[in-house]
């Protein structure tokens, strides 16, 4: 036996195990799995190579059961503690005057809308969404041009940390073009003054801001402003305030253009509906040759077909691949383009059956959907606001979730209609998982597990593990597989939420279902469980901490920064390679990361190709992101690198 110093410490060339070692000679060779270590019930031991003790290893830093946990409890206290200062920012300053007509902060209304032109009536449905924010974010929440003009109007960067801003997005239901997002913007204070309308046929900035609702507007209230509406044109506005439905207020006059030199314009006639946080319930404008009426309606009505899968595609070959740069740029239809502002969230971009990169931005946490405008130049197509802070953000085929700070899960269609909202008791840090063609399935941090229909956002069957969940559910196979913080993995029935089995382990991470098993990293070690009983029947050791776990065709793949294992169902350790960042897959082939080269795998494991990336560095998030062509890098900014053999 191998003998101490005296006090304690062994001798220094002692070479690391992970359990006590009398003999070292009677160790199996390095890197040759010990039959005991990884098994197949009544099968042969695994004769593959692998990571079993070896005198050679430097030991590991020391792991805590404990660390995890500890780690999940301060996030949740930084998420806590951010909503408990957006609520405090929310209660310092209550709705006084007129502002307590302006909705809240990621609310959305559906309207039907009827425009009358040279005797043709056309109905078109539409959804518009809110937006609040105070200072820089309200100019960072709009396109470059327009958001420089709004700066200019009100008063430049000197005392904008004081304005309060709120938007309005309204987008066409059933197409796919920006021009059809109307944007307006106000400063809100206990007055609501529009400072910037924008729509496809029209774009004024008000200098100074034409007063919506002066302060404490009653009925009979009557006010006018006047100032300068673009480059070209000045404005005079007059409205009349009259009685409506409880909590509600009807506003009712005109908005004259002229030239600079005084030359009459166009004359808009406007009727508008205004109630409790809620907004413009209903509206009508008149002029010369046209009028359009809007009102509230229940839902996004009839949609084309929802796209909830996308067509299964390979890359081609990888070793004709090459690098190319894209910028980024938002385009105003007046104003024109210019480049994007802010920077985005450290949040991977999502890739929709359409093609379209959906990414979030750190200034307002809107949803921003991109699509090429010329070779070099990607623009954003549409911007949507789920409200609060966006957590996670996942693409089932043309429909796009968000989960967000205000406990609410959001779906999107490709073409930026809000299609539903969910509201939970407690937040959803993890991105939903898809459990059927048309259904995903959802755990808060509170243990709630639940499945949502993807066009309609209705829940099936809630369900309950009884505690705290950390890791991303797992789902396939008919089953349900979460992972709680007490250390436990639980299995549900996916058509019904039923409980299969329960099983108590010490520090679950990460699990995936193969076929009829059940995989579930634990601590360092890889467990496959019977899918319908819980039966373990294989362990394998992993001597890494796990970055992510992905299946590929039969495999589970776990990838860490010291190595990565491919192991079937049934606990073969099929190929291992070194250890990676990061790594994706298009479901056949994968790219894994190191800090400065991106490495080509085949399924088996072969190296098909490798080349260059910008070299990783800590200060900014890294994503990479695949697309049918090849592969889009993220480093921090909103340009990006594409490596693939396309035009």
Request: aromatic share 8%.
């Amino acid at each position: 036996m191998v003998q101490g110093d005296g006090q304690g410490r062994l001798p220094a060339q002692l070479p690391w195990s992970p359990f006590p070692v009398q003999d070292w000679s009677t160790m199996p060779p390095a890197g040759r799995p010990d039959d005991d270590q990884l098994r197949v019930p009544g099968g042969e031991p695994t004769p593959e190579p692998g990571w079993f003790p070896d005198p050679s290893w430097a030991p590991p830093g020391r792991r805590r059961a404990w660390l995890p946990t500890v780690v999940m409890a301060l996030c949740l206290l930084m998420v806590g503690s951010s909503l408990f200062l957006t609520d405090l920012v929310g209660s310092a300053a209550p709705a006084q005057g007129s502002a307590v007509f302006v909705p809240e902060d990621g609310a959305a209304w559906y309207s039907e809308q009827r425009s009358l032109a040279g005797g043709r009536a056309i109905t078109t449905r539409q959804v518009t969404e809110s937006a609040r924010y105070v200072g820089p974010e309200g100019v960072s929440s709009l396109d470059f041009t327009l958001g420089s003009r709004v700066l200019g109007a009100v008063g430049g960067s000197a005392g904008l940390n004081a304005v309060q801003f709120w938007r309005t997005t309204t987008t066409q239901v059933g197409t796919l073009d920006s021009t059809h997002q109307r944007v307006q913007v106000y400063a809100v204070s206990d007055a609501v003054e529009l400072v910037a309308e924008s729509g496809p046929s029209s774009t004024y900035v008000y200098r100074p801001a034409l007063v919506e609702l002066p302060a404490r507007v009653t009925a009979g209230s009557s006010w006018s402003t006047r100032g300068s509406a673009t480059d070209q044109l000045n404005y005079a506005a007059s409205f009349t305030a009259s009685a409506a439905d409880a909590g509600c207020i009807t506003v009712t006059g005109t908005i004259a253009y002229t030239s600079l030199s005084g030359q009459p314009g166009l004359l808009r006639r406007l009727a508008r509906t205004w109630c409790e946080n809620q907004g413009v319930v209903s509206s009508s404008e008149e002029q010369p040759g046209v009028r359009v009426t809007e009102q509230r309606r229940t839902g996004p009505g009839e949609m084309a077909t929802l796209q909830t899968t996308a067509e299964p595609w390979t890359w081609p070959a990888s070793q004709q691949w090459v690098a190319h740069d894209h910028g980024v740029i938002t385009v105003d239809p007046y104003f024109g383009q210019g480049p994007m502002v802010s920077t985005p969230a450290s949040m991977p971009p999502v890739l929709t059956a359409s093609g379209l990169q959906i990414r979030t931005s750190t200034a307002g946490q809107d949803l921003i959907a991109f699509t090429p405008k010329t070779r070099d130049d990607w623009m954003a197509l549409w911007r949507m606001h789920p409200g609060g802070t966006v957590l996670s953000l996942t693409a089932f085929g043309d429909v796009v979730v968000a989960t967000t700070s205000e406990r609410t899960l959001v779906g999107y269609s490709a073409s930026g209609v809000r299609l539903w909202r969910v509201e939970l008791d407690e937040l959803v840090l993890t991105a939903p998982q898809r459990v059927s063609t048309g259904a995903i399935v959802a755990t808060s941090v509170g243990g709630e597990v639940l499945t949502i229909d993807l066009a309609t956002g209705r829940t099936g069957w809630r369900a309950s593990i009884g505690s705290d969940v950390g890791a991303r559910v797992s789902a396939g196979a008919g089953t349900v597989v979460v992972l709680s913080r007490n250390g436990d993995a639980v299995a549900l029935r996916a058509a019904d939420g039923h409980e299969l089995w329960r099983v108590a382990l010490t520090d679950p991470s990460h699990a995936a279902v193969l076929g009829d098993t059940v995989v579930v990293l634990d601590d360092n070690y890889v467990n496959g469980f019977d899918r319908r009983s819980g039966e373990r029947r294989w362990r394998a050791v992993y001597p890494s901490l796990v970055g992510d776990v992905i299946t590929l065709q039969g495999l589970v793949v776990v990838v860490g920064k010291e190595g990565t294992l491919a192991i079937d169902g049934s606990g073969r350790v099929r190929w291992r390679r070194q250890g990676y960042l990061d790594m994706v897959s298009d479901g056949t082939d994968l790219v894994g990361l190191t800090g400065d080269r991106a490495d080509v795998l085949s399924r088996g494991g072969a190296l098909r190709s490798s080349f260059a990336i910008p070299r990783y560095t800590a200060v900014s998030a890294r994503h990479a992101l695949v697309h049918p062509q090849g592969l889009w890098l993220f480093s921090g900014g909103w340009p990006f690198k594409d490596y693939s053999n396309g035009s």
